[in-house]
């Protein structure tokens, strides 16, 4: 297999447009365990939303290893280094073996009756007091699909709050909305298998090669394979991809729009539009090129920053395209003006008619290995099965399902986004938050307010985790989660592929899943439907899928043909699938008709500037009726632009060895040598201004707080810096003294309008050589 973290993506297989990409089995098994001792268990790896799938190695009732399945369509049997040695996290000794309760201020064991009678007691107390607006819920992307749908009816149906988001929020919220304003629901329209058709990619703020690794290696096979497509990427850095890129625009981060809208320009005034099918499958056209119109290639190479003739360059080989595969990721969807950029992308495939068709599509991607489930279950800012808050037949159809009366589920508004549920704790209208399988201490910006809000006596805090997180510092009670690999279920990646994930081993000590907990909470605290039996009617895994397949019949994502039986046929297999389509559906929209009818909707759409929510008049009149929506949007600056106090511009990501805040890659350890350590990104033009070279200890700081860490002299575009933001407060890997290093230190408390998406990818910052490491000073 050779050393896959110097190799992240392997030995290349190359192949044609077109072809079927060859398969390769990767495989590590920790030392001295002989493969004969294996019994080998179906799944797929949720360390990100590509999903590949996994098998998963058992020996004496212990996970010792994994191995790409090469059936499955995702992968091909390839793993990137996070699916290879990420599971080692299960075996940890820091597991989390039985439930704490804070006792004179410190967290101690606890029995499971004792923690689960101290959180109902707790709820009932918020809810005599204050109502079901007391109470709050915030989930992952990283449970399973049973776990968010059990969480989704007893949240929506049995407590009766809005106040339940998902970190989906951070993450691929603007995914869901860019969808839902284009093509009027939520749902990936392509397929993997467009990547291997595709004659051209245009990548906006995504770096492929270390955050979807095996995506890259498929398409770096591409790449050095005949029939090379062409590649045009948008990113501040010079990443990998861009290295490969026939055109790399190192915009200025929180200028996308700008951008888009030029090339958009570009492709308008030198006739590179379809006309046939943008007149017969969109609306929208005629505003759009009038928004456009004032973006031409001078104007946005100066609000950009990069050259007018690589916007152009850029264009013609967008505009020549025949195959052409957008993906856009959190480049756009935390950068500024998140929704209205990223439906640019959309439109960019609109215009050029590329949808619907092997080698044509647009991937607003997601980035969690069960995102799409948590919105489609309805455990975020959507109701279950993509309807739609405002229609109440939709809210009618939920509650029949559910055995309700309708107006038990609240809709009176959307659902209460993350930063506004918090919001609420931090006034004090919210006083119970219920935190499950996500790590806001690191994760959510400007982390001093995140840390006084978490931190206040009269908010309860429960925390479900594998592991003592920096968040279950602040928690009244912790649960132990089992994880994957210890629990059976569901997910979905991002092109609509459905995997079973069986359980292989027992979790550890009272370690129990997710589902179990909210089942045994929601009939401890007495949650009936309206004839009075328990709200919840499912006990196993299998029984909650079967239940969603029903909730999702005649939806855009319909699992009502699927099974844990059919999953367990050796590959995933794509939603929709229904009795008229039992093998699953490979791409969305290939009859060009898309969702938009005002009946079938997810959402009647925004304006794009303001984020004001659309009534159901707004969106008959525009009369689009199956036909994909064009929307167009003017650029607007950064709330906070660089001036004389803070210089420059700060953004942040990933690195392909950790998994954000860590929890499970710092516990891997060939990733967590791979990257033990903090870092901060400097241009050699700055470095060289501000005296910093390779390895000094710098201060990064901004309004709002500072972090410290080792410089990188890189090629990211002179003014901007970048920090990955894995590297966690109370972090014990190596830094400078006592000096914070999270990147969430300086961010601020912004959202884009429309998705509501944290801006974690523009601030304004100052740079300084910081003093030596406190253990070197003497
Ligand atoms: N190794 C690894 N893989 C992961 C994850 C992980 O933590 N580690 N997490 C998973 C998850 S949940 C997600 S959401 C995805 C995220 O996957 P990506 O979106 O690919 O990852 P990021 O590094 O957050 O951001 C991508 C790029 O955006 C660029 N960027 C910053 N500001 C701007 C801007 O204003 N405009 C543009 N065009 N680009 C900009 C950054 O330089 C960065 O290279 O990765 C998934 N995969
Ligand atoms: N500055 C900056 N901040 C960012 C981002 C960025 O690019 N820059 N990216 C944002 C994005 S895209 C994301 S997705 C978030 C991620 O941020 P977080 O969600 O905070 O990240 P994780 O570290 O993955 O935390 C997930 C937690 O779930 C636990 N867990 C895993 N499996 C299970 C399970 O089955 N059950 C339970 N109960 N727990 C489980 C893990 O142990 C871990 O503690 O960060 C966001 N924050
Ligand atoms: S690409 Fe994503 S899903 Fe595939 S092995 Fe890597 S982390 Fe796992
Ligand atoms: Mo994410």
């Given at each position: 297999m050779g050393d896959r973290i110097a190799e992240i993506w392997g030995s290349r297989t190359p192949y044609p447009a077109g072809g079927d990409w060859p398969a390769r089995v990767d495989e590590f098994v920790e030392d001295g365990v002989g493969a004969d001792g294996i019994d080998w268990v179906q799944s797929a790896c949720v360390l990100c939303s590509n999903g590949c799938g996994i098998d998963i190695g058992v020996h004496d009732g212990r996970i010792v290893g994994v191995r790409g399945r090469s059936e499955d369509r995702v992968n091909h049997g390839r793993l990137g280094p996070k699916g290879l040695f990420g599971w080692q996290a299960n075996n940890s000794p820091d597991r989390l073996t039985t439930p704490l309760v804070r006792r004179d201020g410190e967290l101690e064991p606890a029995s499971w009756d004792e923690a689960l009678d101290l959180v109902v007691d707790r709820s009932r107390q918020v809810l005599d007091e204050q109502g079901p607006l007391g109470m709050g819920f915030y989930t992952s992307g990283q449970l399973f699909l049973e776990d968010y749908y059990t969480l989704a009816l007893m949240v929506r149906g049995g407590i009766g709050t809005p106040h339940l988001d998902g970190n989906t929020r951070l993450c691929t919220a603007t995914s869901d909305f860019a969808l839902k304003e284009t093509f009027g629901t939520d749902g990936a329209?392509?397929?993997?298998t467009d990547f291997d058709n595709c004659d051209t990619l245009f990548a906006v703020g995504h770096n492929m090669p270390e955050t979807h690794t095996v995506l890259w290696s498929r398409m770096l096979d591409r790449l050095q394979g005949p029939d090379r497509p062409k590649l045009v990427v948008v990113d501040p850095r010079r990443t990998r991809i861009a290295q490969e890129a026939d055109v790399h625009l190192a915009l200025r981060n929180g200028t996308n729009l700008a951008l888009l809208n030029a090339i958009q320009h570009e492709l308008i005034a030198n006739g590179w539009v379809d006309k046939e099918f943008v007149d017969a499958h969109t609306v929208g056209l005629e505003k759009l090129a009038s928004t456009v119109a004032a973006y031409p290639p001078e104007r946005v190479a100066e609000i950009c920053g990069v050259e007018a003739d690589d916007i152009r360059a850029a264009a013609r080989i967008i505009g020549s395209s025949e195959r052409l595969v957008s993906t856009c990721l959190q480049g756009v969807y935390q950068s500024h003006q998140a929704t209205a950029s990223a439906c640019q992308v959309n439109n960019i495939n609109l215009l050029r008619g590329m949808i619907g068709k092997p080698g044509a599509s647009v991937f607003q991607l997601n980035g969690q290995p069960t995102a799409q489930n948590t919105r489609e279950t309805g455990a975020n800012g959507d109701l279950t099965g993509m309807r739609n808050w405002q229609n109440p037949s939709h809210v009618e159809e939920l509650a029949k399902l559910w055995n309700l009366e309708p107006a038990q589920i609240p809709s009176w508004g959307p659902p209460t986004h993350i930063m506004q549920i918090l919001r609420y704790a931090e006034e004090g209208s919210v006083r119970f938050l219920w935190i499950t399988g996500t790590n806001p201490a690191v994760s959510l910006p400007e982390l001093h307010r995140i840390r006084s809000i978490l931190g206040q006596d009269r908010l309860f805090v429960v925390v479900s985790d594998p592991f003592l997180t920096e968040t279950a510092e602040f928690a009244d009670v912790v649960l132990p989660a089992a994880i994957w690999g210890e629990k059976t279920g569901t997910f979905t990646n991002h092109d609509r592929t459905v995997h079973l994930s069986e359980k292989a081993v027992e979790p550890p000590g009272q370690a129990r899943p997710d589902m179990d907990i909210f089942i045994d909470y929601a009939n401890r605290l007495g949650l009936k439907d309206k004839d009075g039996r328990p709200l919840i009617k499912w006990r196993t895994p299998e029984e909650c899928f079967a239940a969603f397949g029903e909730a999702t019949r005649g939806r855009p994502c319909d699992y009502s043909g699927l099974s844990y039986q059919k999953l367990r046929g050796g590959s995933g297999i794509q939603w929709p699938c229904t009795e008229d389509s039992p093998e699953g559906t490979e791409r969305l929209y290939s009859d060009h008709v898309f969702n938009t009818q005002p009946d079938y909707c997810e959402d009647y759409g925004h304006d794009l500037l303001t984020g004001a929510a659309h009534e159901r008049k707004d969106f008959t009149d525009q009369q689009a009726d199956g036909r994909a929506i064009l929307k167009a949007a003017d650029f607007s600056p950064p709330h906070e632009p660089p001036d004389d106090d803070y210089p420059l511009l700060f953004t942040t990501g990933r690195t392909a060895y950790h998994f954000h805040t860590r929890t499970k890659t710092r516990r891997a350890p060939q990733l967590q040598a791979a990257a033990p350590e903090a870092w901060v990104e400097l241009g050699t033009t700055d470095a060289e201004r501000l005296g910093v070279a390779e390895g000094d200890f710098v201060r990064v700081e901004s309004r709002r707080g500072y972090l410290e860490a080792k410089a990188r002299v890189t090629d990211v575009r002179e003014g901007v810096v970048f920090a990955p933001f894995h590297y966690g407060y109370w972090d014990k890997a190596p830094r400078n003294g006592d000096a914070p290093t999270a990147a969430n230190e300086l961010t601020s408390t912004e959202w884009d309008p429309?998705?509501?998406?944290?801006?974690?990818?523009v601030a304004a910052v100052r740079v300084t050589k910081a003093g030596r490491p406190v253990e070197e000073r003497s």
């Open positions: 329209p392509g397929s993997l429309v998705s509501k998406q944290p801006l974690f990818k």
